[in-house]
């Protein structure tokens, strides 16, 4: 008696759950003026760029990466003043952190709590794991909802839950005395999200010790080091050793490893272009708010959400003028109109504050 073979299709043997998911896209940005995606617009020195080729020349790239390089792991530790109680797992970016931590929570019936609107990425790894996600929206101005939070801890008792400290894409400093209550109230892991910490002026790395069940990821991306993906996560070595066990081997690349560390020792150098954001932050939300009909919300990042009428059109009216910032306005209902620029060089800047008049002029 004879079978029939099936044909293996995506929709025989996919998860829904991934049939029903959108890719992440980034846009085609050659030839623009790339404000969209939160980079360091600036290059390196002369002098760090040598050393770095110089490096990279001599890189043993027939070999395997260290699987847990001490040395990368002692310069961070140095750079952010790390206490010796607490521990240090690299990611490849933030991205495979959050996927890890995910992996490592997703019991049956898990679920991944987060606020909304905040990084996307939390929802699709949370699907990617097999994880339930529940998103509890913020207030109108994008402050933490606490009632609303407690209750749904309450309910859903989460596994995991990620805060984003400033928060993407609103790009503010949440209340350091409600994201307590909320930490405590957590039944579970609350990992504090800081990859904009080097243009904001607080972080929750001394609270670790006050609350067990805290872990503050960063990431070295907004710094200028995103064509590198290097993130990492800090918490103690109870949980740390742990979550070392989900860490694919040899995650953080040979060349990574050995730039990263270099660029390290002259953390100063990318410190001061992040200060130099920082002041031109101040300047691009004045321009922003001298132009009728724009209203920006304050940041502790290095990008400015702004709302806008007709913000489709002013987002094609700026690529148009060969400018790319980030289109939300239809990424949560919260953000309707809104836009998001990053902060670039001053010159990027003018262009882009040039441009957006223009654009809003044309659509009056």
Sequence with gaps: MSSVRRTATPDSLLRQEVLDMQAYSTPDSVGMIKLD???NPYPLPQWLSEQIASL???????????????????????????PRDLDILLGNGSDEIIQLLALATAKQNAVLLSVEPSFVMYKMIAAFTGMQYVGVPLANDFTLDVPALLAAIEQQQPALMFLSY????????????AMARIIEAAPGLVVVDEAYYN????????????????????????????????????????WLGQLEKLRLPYNISVLTQLVAEQLLRSHDVLQSQAEQIKRDRVMVYEHLEAIDGVQPYPSAANFILFRVRHAGKIFQGL????????????????????LRVTIGTPQENECFVQALQESVRQCV
């Design 37 to 39: 995606a939160m980079e």
């Design 56 to 82: 990279a020349a001599g890189a043993a790239i027939n070999r395997y990466p260290d699987a847990d390089p001490r040395s990368l792991k002692d310069v961070i530790r140095t750079v952010i003043d790390l």
């Design 166 to 177: 400033p928060n993407n894409p609103s790009g503010n400093l949440f209340d350091a005395q």
């Design 199 to 238: 243009f904001a002026d607080s972080s929750f790395l001394p609270m670790i010790k006050h609350h067990p069940n805290l872990l503050v990821m960063r990431t070295f991306s907004k710094l200028g080091m995103a064509g590198l993906r290097l993130g990492f996560l800090v918490g103690s070595k109870t």
């Design 319 to 338: 690529k148009e003028r060969g400018v790319l910032i980030k289109d939300l306005s239809r990424a949560h209902p919260l953000l309707s109109d809104c």
